[in-house]
């Protein structure tokens, strides 16, 4: 792998006698992370169930390496939501962020999803996480892992920061910027990124990061926490972003990460992190966190009253269990709500909360993120495969299936199961499983 000569000589200038060693570890394969989705399973359980040979990732609670001989993207419990693919320095981030039940939490550069879900899975069902990136097409992989995860206080938004701030100023409980950056630290795992440095280097990022970052810090309410990372080692595009808010935020100072072995302090920022491939196992990140001064307090959340309700919504709404929340009809589309945060005038929302399905003419179709938001005791029909029945893939591909042994009395919207954790929805009739799992979703 040819490294640029500027980025070499900027490297060795920072590791000095280290320099050697973080060259050497281009020649190691790079680690695979997967990450348990405590929302569906708790790690205690996830374990007893694992398919994989799995070691704990010593800076997270829910993170776990596997091998590059597992291929946990195809196995049924990818498709039930369990488990999110993350590389493992990535999910430092956001497990630094002091998330509690009930806040109002904002990731600001979102997609592809890995620190929106671990957020989530902090919330714990309640509050409001708002999942932003300003870029609309990476936005719907954002989304689709959003609805895997089985995230039902969310909304995936597509909003430039600076429109969002004019709009709500002290808003948010905490913030995560996960900032566009250089991506030095990510040249062994994407070698392609180094084509990227060549025509941009690390001067292209640091003034399009301190506009997301201050235009965030705005948007933080007094007693807030904000986490800033990225995945590169440039001090103009870390520690330099950092004292430029901290400049022009006099309200706002960092607070130490603790750190364990193989972790680096911030070049003269000890509060700070940074991660080095040499020294720990993962790739490179630099994590800062900030805390805004003053208290806040949880504002007490009044939902509006039910939009009037098309008798097949009402009707499919038998069948189910749902909490306390707000349900409208948007279109086409049928939402339930738990928040009462309100959208300003040309604000990009791809979804705001969970989409229970679609009006098609006088008939209601659940949806897949419905499907994976619920647990079992939440519906009223349930099909449960067990993880060794071939059916199981027959399922995410999209087949009808024969269930005659299984079920050939229930008819109707029936939720699909395997080993008592959803997977999506189908209607059975006289023991045929009629296949309603989402083309966009299906097994490949």
Same mark, same amino acid.
């Given at each position: 792998?040819?490294?640029?000569?500027?980025?070499k000589?900027?490297?060795?200038?920072?590791?000095?006698?280290?320099?050697?060693?973080?060259?050497?570890?281009?020649?190691?394969?790079?680690?695979?992370?997967?990450?348990?989705?405590?929302?569906?399973?708790?790690?205690?359980?996830?374990?007893?169930?694992?398919?994989?040979?799995?070691?704990?990732?010593?800076?997270?609670?829910?993170?776990?390496?596997?091998?590059s001989?597992?291929?946990?993207?195809?196995?049924?419990?990818?498709?039930?939501?369990?488990?999110?693919?993350?590389?493992?320095?990535?999910m430092?981030?956001?497990?630094?962020?002091p998330?509690?039940?009930?806040?109002?939490?904002?990731d600001?550069c979102?997609a592809?999803? $890995?620190?929106?879900?671990?957020?989530?899975?902090?919330?714990?069902?309640?509050?409001?996480?708002?999942? %932003?990136?300003?870029?609309?097409?990476r936005?719907?992989?954002?989304?689709?892992?959003?609805?895997?995860?089985?995230?039902?206080?969310?909304?995936?938004?597509?909003?430039?920061?600076?429109?969002?701030?004019?709009?709500?100023?002290?808003?948010?409980?905490?913030?995560?910027?996960?900032?566009?950056?250089?991506?030095?630290?990510?040249?062994?795992k994407?070698?392609?990124?180094?084509?990227?440095w060549?025509?941009?280097?690390?001067?292209?990022y640091p003034?399009?990061?301190?506009?997301?970052?201050?235009?965030?810090?705005s948007?933080?309410k007094?007693?807030?926490?904000?986490v800033?990372?990225?995945?590169?080692?440039?001090?103009?595009?870390?520690e330099?972003?950092?004292?430029?808010?901290?400049d022009?935020?006099?309200?706002?100072?960092?607070?130490?990460?603790?750190?364990?072995?193989?972790?680096?302090? $911030?070049?003269?920022?000890?509060?700070?992190?940074?991660?080095?491939p040499?020294?720990?196992?993962?790739? $490179?990140?630099?994590?800062?966190?900030?805390v805004?001064?003053?208290?806040?307090?949880?504002?007490?959340?009044?939902?509006?009253?039910?939009?009037?309700?098309?008798?097949?919504?009402?009707?499919?709404l038998?069948?189910?269990?749902l %909490?306390?929340?707000?349900?409208?009809?948007?279109?086409?589309?049928?939402?339930?709500?738990?928040?009462?945060?309100?959208?300003?005038?040309?604000?990009?929302?791809l979804?705001?909360?969970?989409?229970? $399905?679609?009006?098609?003419?006088?008939?209601?179709?659940?949806?897949?993120?419905?499907?994976l938001?619920?647990?079992?005791?939440?519906?009223?029909?349930?099909?449960?495969?067990?993880?060794?029945?071939?059916?199981?893939?027959?399922?995410?591909?999209?087949?009808?299936?024969?269930?005659?042994?299984?079920d050939?009395?229930?008819?109707?919207?029936?939720?699909?199961?395997?080993?008592?954790?959803?997977?999506?929805?189908?209607?059975?009739?006289?023991?045929?499983?009629?296949?309603?799992?989402?083309?966009?979703?299906?097994?490949?």
């Amino acid at each position: 792998m040819e490294l640029p000569v500027k980025f070499k000589e900027q490297m060795k200038e920072l590791l000095q006698d280290e320099y050697e060693d973080y060259l050497q570890s281009f020649d190691h394969e790079r680690y695979y992370g997967l990450r348990i989705n405590t929302l569906k399973i708790s790690v205690e359980e996830f374990l007893k169930i694992s398919p994989f040979k799995l070691q704990p990732i010593p800076w997270t609670n829910d993170g776990f390496y596997y091998s590059s001989e597992d291929k946990p993207s195809k196995h049924p419990y990818y498709y039930a939501g369990l488990y999110y693919l993350q590389e493992p320095s990535a999910m430092l981030p956001a497990q630094v962020l002091p998330v509690d039940e009930n806040d109002i939490v904002l990731d600001t550069c979102a997609a592809p999803g $890995g620190k929106s879900t671990k957020l989530a899975t902090k919330l714990n069902h309640t509050g409001l996480l708002i999942s %932003n990136d300003i870029s609309s097409s990476r936005c719907q992989g954002l989304l689709k892992n959003v609805e895997l995860f089985g995230c039902d206080n969310a909304w995936v938004t597509s909003e430039d920061l600076t429109n969002m701030e004019e709009h709500y100023p002290e808003t948010f409980d905490k913030i995560l910027v996960d900032a566009p950056c250089s991506g030095e630290g990510m040249f062994r795992k994407e070698p392609d990124l180094i084509k990227s440095w060549i025509e941009k280097d690390d001067t292209f990022y640091p003034p399009i990061q301190k506009n997301i970052l201050n235009a965030a810090v705005s948007m933080l309410k007094p007693g807030g926490s904000i986490v800033y990372s990225t995945c590169t080692f440039s001090i103009h595009e870390n520690e330099e972003v950092i004292q430029d808010v901290l400049d022009k935020h006099p309200d706002l100072h960092l607070v130490p990460i603790e750190k364990i072995d193989g972790m680096m302090p $911030g070049i003269n920022m000890e509060e700070c992190v940074r991660l080095y491939p040499h020294k720990i196992k993962g790739e $490179g990140h630099f994590v800062a966190l900030l805390v805004k001064d003053g208290e806040t307090k949880h504002k007490k959340v009044r939902l509006e009253p039910s939009d009037k309700l098309d008798d097949c919504v009402t009707d499919f709404l038998k069948l189910i269990h749902l %909490n306390k929340g707000t349900i409208k009809v948007k279109k086409d589309k049928v939402i339930w709500l738990n928040s009462d945060f309100q959208a300003y005038k040309g604000y990009r929302v791809l979804r705001s909360g969970l989409l229970l $399905g679609q009006l098609k003419g006088k008939h209601f179709e659940p949806s897949q993120s419905l499907a994976l938001a619920l647990c079992p005791e939440q519906f009223k029909n349930v099909l449960n495969f067990s993880i060794e029945d071939e059916r199981v893939i027959k399922y995410l591909k999209g087949e009808t299936l024969d269930v005659k042994d299984l079920d050939s009395k229930t008819s109707g919207w029936t939720l699909v199961c395997v080993n008592n954790f959803p997977l999506g929805f189908a209607k059975l009739s006289k023991g045929s499983l009629k296949n309603k799992y989402a083309k966009g979703w299906r097994y490949q």
